[in-house]
Each structure stands twice: as C-alpha cells, then as structure tokens.
C-alpha cells in the first residue's frame, strides 16, 4: 500500500481528508494517507504545501514526488533539499476562482461601477458616463498559462479587445497573443486594464516598473492577481498620483498579510483583496494529485510537472 503524507496546514485536513480518499478510491489507488509527524522514510507521496509544515525534503528519501496544492511554486522550486520531480496545481476550481474574480473586476473597470457608488446622491449625471462596448475596452492579459488562458479567452468571449503576452508564442480564439519585449511595449501601450497573471520568477520581478508604467495609456487599470512581485509597489504608487494610473486592484502582495500600515491599504485609488483571487478547492484538485499518483505508478509523464530551470 502506497505512503502519502498531508503536508499542508493541518486545519486544511478536514476538508482534504475525504476528497483525497474518494478521489485514490474512485482512481483504484490503495493508500494510507498520513499526517506529520511520519517517517520520511516510509512516504512514496508528499502532498505540499509551501505553507505546510515539511519544507526539507532530505530524509524523505523513498518519496517518489512532491505534489504542490498551489499553482505558484516559487516558494519551494529554489529548495535546495528537493532532489524528487515536483507537479504544481493546476485545478479546475482554481481555474474558475480567478476567472470570476477577473471577470468581475473588469467589468466593475469597464462600466466604472465606482463612480457609481460614490454618486448616489441625487445628481443625474448621464453625459459621457455612458460605457464603451467591451469591444471597444482594450483588455491586456499577462500571462497565458493556465489562468490566464482561460480569463483571456473568458474576457474575448463576453466582447473585450483581448491582447495576451507570453515568453513562448500562443494561439488562443479570440485574443490577439504576443510575446518577447516588442510584444510587451505593444501590449502595454494599449492596455485600458491590465491584468496580470504571471508567476513569480527572476524574469518577472518588478516587470511592472516606472518605465514600464509609463508606457500605458492615460487612465489604465490594473488588476494584479499574480504575484505581489510582479510589481514595483514605489513605482505604481507614483503612477497612481500622478493618474498615469487611474486604479489598482492587487490581491497579492511582497509581504502577506499585507502590513496595516501598508500605503496600499489607505490609497483612495486602490483595492485590497486579500490573496482570495483563487483558491485550490479541495474536491478538483484531489482528482489532480490522485491522477498524478496514477501517472507516477504507471510510469506515464505526470501532469503538470514544473521546470525547475525555469522557475515555473
Ligand atoms: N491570487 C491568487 O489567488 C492566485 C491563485 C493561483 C495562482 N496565482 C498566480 O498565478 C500564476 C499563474 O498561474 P498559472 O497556473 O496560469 O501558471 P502557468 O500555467 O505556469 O502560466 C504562466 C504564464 O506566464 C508566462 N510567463 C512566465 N514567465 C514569463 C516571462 N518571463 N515573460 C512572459 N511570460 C511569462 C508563461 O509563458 P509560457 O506560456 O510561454 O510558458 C505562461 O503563459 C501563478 O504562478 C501564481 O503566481 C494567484
């Protein structure tokens, strides 16, 4: 019988116990699932988490692979202890968080709902408060993969102008895909809302900069449900005073929780979300890693693998 250890938090465990179970059942896998503290020894699977209690991998040495509860790996593809193969998350639930919660912070930028919000206060003010069609909204997407796939191809289908940028050339219906610095300039410079998907590597620290602001037109947005990293947080606070940048929406940040004295938090043209853009919703992502253990058994390629060069 196959050793799988939990390594997530263990308040985590309630939820993740019976889908791990029914997921192994339905996938005829025989498992016993353990919780730390186990001998490392004995684990063939690690299921992790980089907020998980096992974050040196050395003693477990019969353990086959360590299979990330989250899509971003940034926090573990570094450990110079991890020698087995690694597999992020890639989950349909997760997928389905982050394109509603990018639907709707789109729609709430494109039909200016804000504005709306804080004029209920008898006044009718119906000239030039008439909203574009969104295929007249210039929407940008950094970031093609899993999750930014999906909200590209989401946002083209409700109408948006959808450009997408990535480091290897996409073909994706609807959205005009671009790649390499050039594709960067002329995917910022039309930009009205920017959303930006990418994860957190060397590459992409601070991609978001002052020069890089400076190329987007007057006005934009920017939704970040990416990576706090992603962005130069001096550098976008200057564009939001000087309206370079009309508003921000960031779910993710270089320190989480977010500090109270934070400037984020008090900016009148900033939106805090506290990291909840997209969850790994237990059911789904069970399914993954049973999946995965399958494929690792069979000695077929396994879902999901992370390029440990490149850092996602
Ligand atoms: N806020 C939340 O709740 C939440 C939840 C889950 C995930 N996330 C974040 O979302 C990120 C993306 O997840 P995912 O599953 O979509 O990842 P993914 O499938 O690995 O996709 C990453 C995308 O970024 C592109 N990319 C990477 N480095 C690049 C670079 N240097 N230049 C241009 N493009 C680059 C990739 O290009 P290629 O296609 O060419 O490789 C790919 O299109 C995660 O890493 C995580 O940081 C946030």
């Known amino acids: 019988m196959l050793k799988l250890l939990f390594a997530d938090r263990i308040e985590n465990w309630p939820a993740y116990e019976p889908a791990l179970k029914s997921a192994l059942a ?3 896998i025989a498992a016993e699932i353990l919780l730390p503290p186990a001998d ?3 684990i063939d699977y690690i299921v992790y988490s980089p907020r998980g209690p096992v974050q040196d991998f050395t003693a477990y040495t019969r353990t086959k692979a360590v299979l990330n509860l989250w899509a ?3 926090r573990v593809v570094g450990n110079p202890t991890l020698t087995q193969p690694l597999c992020r998350m890639v989950d349909e639930g ?6 509603e919660w990018v639907t709707g912070h789109v729609l709430r930028a494109h039909l200016d709902i804000d504005f709306f919000l804080a004029h209920q206060d008898g006044v009718w003010r119906q000239a030039g408060h008439v909203p574009p069609l969104a295929r007249d909204r210039s929407v940008v997407v ?4 899993a999750l930014g796939g999906a909200c590209a191809t989401t946002l083209a289908s409700l109408g948006f102008a959808v450009t997408g940028w990535s ?3 996409k073909t994706l219906a609807g959205v005009t895909c671009l790649s390499g610095p050039e594709g960067l300039r002329a995917a910022l410079g039309r930009a009205q809302i920017l959303v930006t998907v990418l994860p957190n590597t060397p590459e992409t620290t601070d991609l978001l900069n002052r020069e890089t602001l400076a190329l987007m037109p007057r006005g934009a947005v920017i939704l970040n449900p990416g990576r706090g990293t992603l962005i130069d947080d001096a550098a976008l606070l200057a564009a939001l ?3 370079r940048i009309a508003h921000a929406t960031l779910d993710v940040f270089r320190v989480e929780p977010l500090p109270p004295d934070h400037p984020y938090w008090a900016h009148p043209k900033v939106t805090v979300t506290p990291h909840i853009a997209a969850e790994t919703r237990p059911a789904s992502a069970a399914r993954v890693i049973a999946e995965n253990i399958r494929r690792f058994e069979a000695g ?9 060069a490149r850092g996602y």
């Open 300 to 308: 077929e390629t396994p879902l999901h693998l992370v390029d440990r």
């Open 26 to 28: 339905e996938m005829g």
């Open 72 to 74: 971003g790996v940034e």
């Open 241 to 243: 005073d000087t309206g």
């Open 40 to 42: 490392p020894g004995a």
């Open 94 to 99: 997760l997928e389905r968080g982050m394109v």
């Open 142 to 145: 950094l970031g093609l993969g």
């Open 167 to 169: 480091r290897t050339p």
